[in-house]
């Protein structure tokens, strides 16, 4: 069945409240090809990734996870689009890179955290906090450029991610 034209306009460039409706979509009937194409890439960790039209963000934050050495960025036309990746890929970890550039040669960081999975997580408005699973935390350390990374639990419930800055 032919998609009436304003469906596909919309889905050329979204726009407005039918726009992000459109995105949410979108993001559900690309994945089966969004993820052939990630295969056929064959990232490696170091790669530099340019996603041309990458609309709702999902590729290009998986495509994030596949480079954590390397860099990913990313063109849309669509305001919509570019609103809805920025939120997607949001915690992608701009914090981490910024701790590992004045983090000295050989220093390390520890992060203490609560896993998603953790008991006392769901006493936390969700709204307001927000929880990982551990290997999610050591993706993103690793996405930053930190070495040696790893994670401990605490008898106190925290988990202990701690990752090191190569000397030169």
Do not use: W
Request: neutral net charge.
């Amino acid at each position: 069945m032919r998609r009436p034209d304003f469906i596909a306009r919309q889905s050329r460039c979204p726009t407005g409240l039918l726009g992000r409706v459109i995105g949410a979509i979108m993001s559900f009937e690309t994945a089966a090809a969004n993820d052939e194409a990630l295969k056929v890439l064959g990232l490696e960790p170091g790669d530099r990734v340019l996603e041309v039209g990458f609309g709702h963000g999902r590729t290009i934050e998986r495509a994030a996870a596949l480079v954590p050495g390397g860099f990913v960025a990313g063109i849309d036309t669509s305001e919509e689009m570019l609103q809805m990746a920025t939120r997607r890929c949001r915690p992608l970890p701009t914090h981490l890179y910024e701790l590992r550039r004045v983090l000295r040669a050989e220093g390390r960081l520890v992060l203490g955290f609560r896993p998603t999975h953790d008991a006392a997580a769901a006493d936390f408005p969700a709204s307001i906090y927000s929880f990982y699973e551990t290997e999610k935390v050591l993706q993103l350390f690793e996405h930053a450029g930190f070495e040696d990374v790893r994670a401990a639990s605490t008898a106190g419930g925290l988990t202990l991610a701690t990752g090191s800055r190569r000397a030169g």
